[in-house]
Antibody, heavy 121, light 109 residues
């Protein structure tokens, strides 16, 4: 059974940093691209970042480019999102999502339960 | 990286059919066949309903179907059931990024 378990969310002040993790199990982690998708309270889904199965290719939404870094450790079956220079508008539930393909094709067949990030003073 | 355009809400009675549109550009919806649709119930994670424009994952009822014409993709739900009431999001690959639609709230009357 595929499982994705996010952790690392919490309350952080504007300008601060946070690192999210997503522990994956039930599939060959290195064979699939992974993404982070967020959802602000009461709002729609927003794609944040993606990484290929090998980790060689990364992609970012303009809203987070230069502030967030996606990475993965295939030996630990874990996906990460390093978030720096956080802003109030980054407040959201952050989901990790597994792609159907090894390259990032934006087809997410499994999602975690999400972790809440709140940016506030 | 502009969001895809979806109607804010649609509604239908049990047994009827509804169609949700998703309009993008030639850089996203019109340029690739990686259009997917997600269903989200309140407080839950999204669920993949349609991928690659018209393919259904295992376990998704065949009442759900997808199509695309030019820069507009569509999700059709036939034989509406009460449990179909949810938010629906379209999503498209766009080369170096991914874009979602703003979401459509489906109400089953």
């Amino acid at each position: 059974e595929v499982q994705l378990l996010e952790s690392g969310g919490g309350l952080v002040q504007p300008g601060g940093s946070l690192r999210l993790s997503c522990a994956a199990s039930g599939f060959t982690f290195s064979s699939y691209a992974m993404s982070w998708v967020r959802q602000a309270p009461g709002k729609g889904l927003e794609w944040v970042s993606a990484i290929s199965g090998s980790g060689a290719s990364t992609y970012y939404a303009d809203s987070v480019k230069g502030r967030f870094t996606i990475s993965r450790d295939n030996s630990k079956n874990t996906l990460y999102l390093q978030m720096n220079s956080l802003r109030a508008e980054d407040t959201a539930i952050y989901y990790c999502a597994k792609d159907v393909y090894s390259g990032a094709a934006a087809v997410f067949d499994y999602w975690g339960q999400g972790t809440l990030v709140t940016v506030s003073s | 990286q502009s969001a895809l355009t979806q109607p804010r809400s649609v509604s239908g009675s049990p047994g009827q059919s509804v169609t949700i549109s998703c309009t993008g550009t030639s850089s996203d919806v019109g340029g690739y066949n990686y259009v997917s649709w997600y269903q989200q119930h309140p407080g839950k994670a999204p669920k993949l309903m349609i991928y690659d424009v018209s393919k259904r994952p295992s376990g998704v009822p065949d009442r759900f179907s997808g199509s695309k014409s030019g820069n507009t993709a569509s999700l059709t739900i036939s034989g509406l059931q009460a449990e179909d009431e949810a938010d629906y999001y379209c999503c498209s690959y766009a080369g170096s990024y991914v874009v979602f639609g703003g979401g459509t709230k489906l109400t089953v009357l």
